[in-house]
């Protein structure tokens, strides 16, 4: 595999891809996740042999054995990113290069090879240039998953010697049905998402499985999110089920949980301190718990607080509820600030706003 251009892809064609017709219609309203492109991009990998057999191939099911190690042992690692249709017609990802090191860092922690990060980038740019026609214009943006998963068939507790690594395209539109101008949340008392020296900095759906019970009693709350608090005092917000947290201070300054090892470093997190500096306004990474945050928000100290990431954007927050009581933040609506931001990264991803940090690849 060649470590600067990444690997060469052969590509085999969908013998019956999806109409134009039926495709446009999809397009109209995709939902989130529920609907996919022609085709994905595979590589495999085994300890004898490394990385081969790179492919843009038909999206169709895979035939694994009963004995996967991931199907008994979780051994699996995924990212989440957009590319995005611009005014001129073309497409360009954000900060790809930050999933790809984000994918290396989840690999490492979960005892998975670490794919090149050039092999990262031409997966999913091959898989744009084969499926371009399902990457739709206005809101809408092509949701790009990377995923790696353990297939050797071993019944062993050790790391796998066979690997599938796998990009899968989805056409979406808003993460929050309805698009949603602010979101409620609801406070987890009895789960914690992540422990000190933990799998918390590392996209894994264990993850993800360990917090839908959460989210399930969020839902039944009439909540869109679950919130969680650390796992060691139970005390300091952490980050939501799949979004990490910001705070607005009357002052306009901003505050975020640290990283650390328990929280997910988002690449949107990250873009957002960078633009929210770049503004003037002071970026607090620092520890904050739940009861500031009810005391803060109830003397209007906190103006606006919002969740942000890759599926949602940026996403405010209007009302906490909690089994101890919960409280409204601002005016339930969000805010002018998390608005503003929203609105400046947008038009970066989408290339209306000029790209001073040299965030946004071309594709096409």
Wanted: charged residues 25%.
């Amino acid at each position: 595999m060649n470590a600067e251009n990444g690997p060469f892809f052969t590509r085999r064609q969908h013998p019956s891809p999806v109409a134009a017709n039926v495709r446009a219609t999809l397009l109209e309203d995709p939902g989130f996740g529920r609907v996919f492109t022609d085709h994905m991009a595979t590589i495999r990998w085994t300890q004898d042999e490394g990385w081969r057999d790179a492919e843009i191939r038909p999206r169709e099911p895979f035939l694994i054995d009963p004995a996967a190690a991931v199907l008994h042992y979780a051994q699996e690692i995924f990212e989440g990113l957009k590319a995005y249709r611009l005014s001129d017609g073309g497409v360009a990802l954000f900060r790809p290069e930050q999933n790809a090191r984000r994918f290396q860092a989840s690999a490492e922690r979960l005892a998975m090879p670490a794919l090149p990060e050039a092999a990262f980038l031409k997966s999913i740019e091959e898989l744009i240039e084969a499926d371009v026609a399902w990457v739709p214009g206005g809101d809408g943006s092509l949701y790009l998953r990377p995923f790696m998963f353990a297939a050797e068939p071993f019944l062993g507790v050790r790391p796998a010697a066979e690997y599938w690594y796998v990009v899968i395209a989805s056409p979406v539109g808003a993460y929050f049905k309805g698009g949603k101008k602010a979101v409620t949340v609801w406070l987890s008392d009895d789960y914690t998402r992540a422990a000190p020296g933990g799998t918390g900095a590392a996209k894994c759906g264990g993850n993800y499985a360990a917090s839908l019970v959460a989210q399930a009693e969020a839902m039944k709350h009439g909540c869109d999110q679950v919130v969680f608090l650390d796992a060691a005092e139970r005390k300091y917000v952490e980050e939501l089920g799949g979004m990490n947290v910001f705070l607005v201070y009357e002052d306009g300054s901003l505050q975020t949980p640290p990283l650390g090892g328990t929280i997910l470093p988002g690449v949107t997190r990250d873009a957002i301190i960078t633009l929210a500096k770049a503004e003037g306004r002071a970026v607090r990474e620092e520890r904050f718990s739940f009861a500031q945050w009810k005391a803060d928000a109830e003397a209007g100290k906190i103006r606006e607080s919002f969740a942000c990431g890759t599926a949602a954007v940026v996403t405010p927050i209007g009302e906490i509820k909690a089994a101890e009581g919960g409280f409204v933040i601002g005016n339930g609506g969000g805010g002018a600030v998390a608005e503003a931001l929203r609105a400046k990264l947008v038009g970066i991803q989408r290339g209306d706003v000029p790209d001073t940090h040299g965030w946004v690849r071309r594709v096409l």
